[in-house]
């Protein structure tokens, strides 16, 4: 069955760093489009990053040049890197892929101090 279970989150300070990992079991990464949501409290979930299986980067108009999305096949792992964080990237953060359906992890939450 597969499942994506999110890591790395935590509390950081403006203008600090976070990464967040995203492990999957059940299935082979490489072949899908894989993605990174967010949801902060009162407000619905948004994608902030996604990446194709040939490399092709998404980013958010919000998050662009400060985010770095990656991914190792081998571990069937999703990376973000969070540079230059914000107050207002404070949310809970959600690994997803989609393979027929809709599939996400249970999310880390970061905190933005201000």
């Known amino acids: 069955q597969l499942q994506l279970v999110e890591s790395g989150g935590g509390l950081a300070q403006t203008g600090g760093s976070l990464r967040l990992s995203c492990e999957a079991s059940g299935v082979n990464l490489r072949y899908y489009v894989i993605g990174w949501f967010r949801q902060a409290p009162g407000k619905e979930r948004e994608v902030v990053s996604c990446i194709s299986s040939d490399e092709i980067k998404y980013y958010s108009a919000s998050v662009d040049g400060r985010f770095a999305i990656s991914r190792d096949n081998a571990k069937d792992t999703l990376y973000l890197q969070m540079n230059s964080l914000k107050f207002e990237d404070t949310a809970v953060y959600y690994c997803?892929?989609?393979?027929?359906?809709?599939?996400w992890g249970k999310g880390t939450l970061v905190t933005v101090s201000s």
């Open positions: 997803n892929v989609r393979i027929g359906r809709e599939y």
